[in-house]
């Protein structure tokens, strides 16, 4: 899977949109862009995933840049609640046999103040 | 969206001894589980991955006889920690993956921490 980077830590006020950049450069043709939130002592929670449209849902928008090297992770109205470690995976989509583990890096630790 | 559960939440068991924990798919079938286990302040680290009917594929440097996964159906997969020392203590997780093309979303269970006394 191709190598994700994203800044260590943000933080973001309350209400206000936050923007979490991922920089997967070196992301092959078949590879999605998926992003999942740990809020601490949780399990990961899935927000969105994407190939090479932007797509939004009922959590977040994801915008992928055309050559698909960068990708941003945008939560329209942060709340406190949002307060997690933020990590945005590269990986291929599995068959009906078998899925793909998820590679987790270090993630970017978003603080979402009052 | 999809339900992963963890059973138990939380443990603390003495050195030497076993520990069983559950992961359960409640509302979908999951082509696959994963196990992942999280050292304070570390990120995820996979474990090893199970097909349902199949033998479990271990991660370098995890012990498949210290570590036995059992997936004997398509919404249960147990992880044994055997013989149980304190630097097995960690936050262990599990995720199902669901077979969906084009989708393979994973959901993940609340984690079961274990504390080896």
């Known amino acids: 899977d191709a190598k994700t980077t994203q800044p260590p830590s943000m933080d973001c006020a309350e209400g206000r949109a936050a923007n979490l950049p991922c920089n997967h450069s070196?992301?092959?043709?078949?590879?999605?862009v998926y992003w999942y939130r740990q809020i601490h002592s949780q399990g990961p929670q899935y927000i969105i995933h994407?190939?090479?449209n932007n797509e939004t849902n009922e959590m977040a928008s994801l915008i992928i840049t055309e050559d698909r090297k960068s990708s941003t992770l945008i939560l329209p109205h942060a709340t406190l609640r949002d307060t997690a470690v933020y990590y945005c995976?590269?990986?291929?989509?599995?068959?009906?046999?078998?899925?793909?583990?998820?590679?987790f890096g270090k993630g970017t630790s978003l603080l979402v103040t009052p | 969206g999809a339900v992963v559960s963890q059973h138990p939440s939380w443990v603390i068991c003495k050195s030497g001894t076993s520990v069983k924990i559950e992961c359960r798919s409640l509302?979908?079938?999951?082509?696959?589980m994963f196990w992942y286990r999280q050292f304070p302040k570390q990120s995820l680290m996979l474990m090893a991955t199970?097909?349902?009917?199949?033998?479990?594929?271990?991660e370098q440097g995890v012990e498949k006889d210290k570590f036995l996964i059992n997936h004997a159906s398509l919404t249960l997969s147990t992880l044994t920690v055997t013989s149980a020392h304190p630097e097995d203590s960690s936050f262990y997780i599990c995720?199902?993956?669901?077979?969906?093309?084009?989708?393979?979303?994973?959901?993940f269970g609340p984690g079961t921490r274990l504390t080896v006394l």
């Open positions: 995720s199902a993956s669901t077979s969906i093309p084009h989708t393979d979303t994973q959901y």
């Open positions: 070196t992301i092959s043709g078949n590879e999605y």
């Open positions: 994407g190939l090479k």
């Open positions: 995976i590269v990986r291929q989509i599995g068959n009906s046999n078998s899925g793909y583990a998820l590679n």
């Open positions: 509302d979908f079938q999951a082509t696959t």
């Open positions: 199970s097909n349902e009917g199949s033998k479990a594929t271990y």
